[in-house]
């Protein structure tokens, strides 16, 4: 029901209740990796997804991992609108180094498919301002099957900052025990951090626990920026829905833990692919919002849609995934096949998705009672809102007691605003 001039006289309790509340979402997390990064979720562009291990450069030049790749994303991200959005971090994943090391034990870049090196790579990416990112593993090969880092995680993440470096994606693969993955993961933090270069520290430490012992995240939280919790992204609603669903099973375990500083990565966008359809790359987006997820977009900036460029580019939605405060969203509930998630945001305001899960038929309807929002306090006493999501759409002033109804495509999703307003009539 929407407001029509009438005065509102919200019960005092509840107001103070709303207080206590916001005011013990404002008490920080745990203690943070101490590097003064990913105060927000990182943002930039990462190749795996779509890209993968392509090394044939013969055959495919414009796809295979190469110095070209990246310099020619480098000079689109920097064109078209995607650095000022905030994608910054141009980020390299596996298949870059060559097979050996060099004669000093370092690291080296495949000297076919990056001639100029890393050094000047970084360079290039740093004069059209944006950052590099790069690969690595904490044993023996990465998952690949190039050089691992066991047993050289310092002289690797020298390397990594004498080559301007500013983003580690460190992988799990190829170690023999828990207890060398965990020592790896925190090794390399140090290694990091002694060379006294920022640099974004990305891991897959939980991922590679899971199978064997619930990790612990307040002290992965301590070494890490974001880590990877569950198993890499595909082009595929089927996959989306997989990440969807672990993150809220395990919502208890893992929404506490981000915050500021470090963040649970639920792996690459894959908007502007092959295999989501637009509702999906809409639920994508929005839900990697509530999630407060790093946004790595894995997808071919030379070829892309305006359609999925424009979704990427929503700065509303890039807004809530970067809000402030640093919360992470969670599924509120669950019925009939409609999913409710929110997530609070800095002003006392709400970020609302909900997803049709329902696979069969058209656009359903759904209304939610605003009292049943953010524990009561999302639209108290009362609260604007915009759908961001499918459209920007003003939906207007509703009171608490009030009752907001969505209409959303199967496998897609409605994202909500609510920004509370302290104003009567
Ligand atoms: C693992 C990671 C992926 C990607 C590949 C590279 O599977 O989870 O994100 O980095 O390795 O080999």
Request: charged share 20%; proline share 5%; aromatic share 10%.
């Amino acid at each position: 029901m929407r407001l029509t001039g009438r005065r509102l006289q919200p019960p005092d309790c509840v107001l103070a209740l709303s207080l206590m509340v916001l005011i013990l979402w404002e008490i920080p997390g745990a203690w943070a990796l101490d590097n003064g990064l990913a105060m927000t979720p990182t943002m930039g562009w990462l190749h795996w997804e779509r890209f993968m291990c392509n090394t044939d450069c013969t055959e495919e030049p414009d796809s295979c991992i190469s110095e070209n790749l990246f310099m020619q994303m480098a000079d689109l991200m920097d064109s078209d609108g995607w650095k000022e959005v905030g994608y910054e971090y141009l980020c390299i994943d596996d298949c870059w180094m060559a097979p050996q090391r060099d004669s000093k034990g370092r690291l080296q870049a495949d000297p076919k498919r990056f001639p100029s090196g890393i050094r000047h790579l970084s360079n290039y990416v740093h004069s059209k301002g944006l950052k590099l990112g790069i690969y690595a593993d904490v044993g023996k090969k990465t998952c690949a099957g190039y050089p691992g880092s066991l047993g050289h995680y310092d002289i690797d993440a020298e390397t990594f900052a004498d080559w301007g470096v500013d983003l580690l994606k460190f992988d799990g693969c190829h170690c023999d025990t828990l207890e060398q993955l965990a020592d790896g993961y925190k090794h390399m933090s140090l290694s990091l951090n002694k060379t006294g270069r920022s640099i974004v520290y990305s891991c897959e430490w939980p991922l590679y626990m899971w199978p064997f012992k619930k990790p612990n995240y307040t002290e992965i939280r301590q070494y890490c920026n974001h880590w990877r919790n569950f198993g890499d992204i595909y082009d595929s609603w089927q996959s989306v829905k997989s990440i969807l669903d672990w993150t809220s099973s395990n919502q208890r375990t893992v929404v506490s833990a981000a915050g500021p500083g470090g963040w649970n990565d639920p792996d690459m966008l894959v908007i502007g692919n092959f295999g989501l359809s637009w509702d999906q790359q809409i639920t994508q987006m929005a839900l990697w919002a509530i999630m407060a997820a790093p946004l790595f977009m894995s997808n071919d900036l030379r070829h892309i849609s305006l359609q999925a460029k424009t979704l990427l580019q929503n700065k509303d939605v890039i807004a809530i995934n970067q809000d402030p405060l640093g919360k992470q969203g969670y599924l509120l509930r669950k019925e009939d096949n409609i999913e409710v998630w929110e997530r609070p945001l800095s002003e006392l305001a709400w970020a609302v998705a909900v997803v049709n899960l329902q696979e069969i038929g058209g656009p359903r309807s759904y209304t939610i009672s605003l009292a049943s929002l953010g524990q009561g306090v999302a639209c108290n006493p009362a609260c604007h809102i915009t759908e961001l999501l499918p459209v920007k759409t003003k939906l207007g002033f509703y009171e608490w007691t009030s009752f907001v109804k969505t209409r959303i495509n199967p496998t897609g999703t409605v994202l909500l605003q609510l920004k509370i307003s302290q104003t009567t009539f």
